[in-house]
């Protein structure tokens, strides 16, 4: 059972950055989150591991960070090349050492909701607690696990590889895992969770979209987002 190394968003990556650049989910739950648990980002390095197409790259570039990102995507790359040409950004599989960064190089990490598409994720939390520094911090975002169940049932503790359709015909693979899997694998990688965040809405989001807005600040069904630091023990 595994998701597999094919660059799944290459096939739609140009209509994946006209939907996430402000689109419900991505502009009022997960970029938000994930700069709130970033913090002041002003002199800092940050890779932006599985940058997509560099939306988070310009709000780190614009807050005064150097940025370093990757994707698997070439042409989320190249579109990251556009938006961000302050940054640096290149084709690279996570499941693939990072071997063209040296040990404890970048202050950030982030690691927005792409976690859940690759198969050996502790090798991949491994690497990027590698070229943190001792004193830097990893930021995760993922489907918040308590709505992949609400959405597809079954057994909550069990992980599994799904495929589904989403609404605009994008066709997806990835691992469904509960939250406890995704904490142990953060401790087995040498991590220790500092923060840990379930993304609501903003008042002002109430006039982008009712609906959405009512629901997913009453339900579990977004993101999950970590603020993780390496463990000095380790």
Do not use: K
């Amino acid at each position: 059972m595994s998701v597999g190394p094919e660059p799944q968003y290459e096939a739609f990556a140009d209509e994946f950055l006209d939907h996430a650049r402000d689109g419900f989910y991505n502009a009022h739950l997960d970029r938000p989150a994930c700069r709130d648990l970033l913090g002041e980002v002003d002199g800092l390095t940050v890779l932006d591991a599985a940058c997509g197409p560099g939306l988070y790259a310009a709000d780190l570039v614009e807050r005064g960070a150097r940025v370093i990102g990757a994707d698997i995507s070439p042409r989320m790359v190249e579109l990251a090349r556009r938006r961000v040409p302050g940054g640096e950004f290149r084709v690279h599989d996570l499941a693939r050492p990072l071997d063209w960064l040296p040990d404890a190089s970048v202050d950030r990490v982030l690691f927005a909701l792409a976690v859940e598409y690759l198969d050996d994720r502790v090798a991949v939390l491994r690497e990027l607690r590698r070229v943190l520094r001792p004193e830097g911090a990893l930021v995760l975002s993922r489907q918040h696990p308590f709505g992949d169940w609400l959405r597809h049932g079954g057994n909550y503790f069990e992980p599994r590889v799904i495929e589904e359709v989403w609404s605009r015909g994008w066709r997806v693979r990835y691992w469904l895992n509960p939250l406890e899997q995704t904490c142990e694998e953060l401790h087995e990688a040498g991590f220790l969770i500092e923060r840990l965040l379930e993304p609501r809405p903003p008042a002002e989001a109430a006039t982008v979209d009712p609906d959405r807005y009512a629901r997913l600040t009453r339900e579990p069904t977004g993101f999950l987002a970590i603020r993780a630091v390496p463990d000095p023990r380790a």
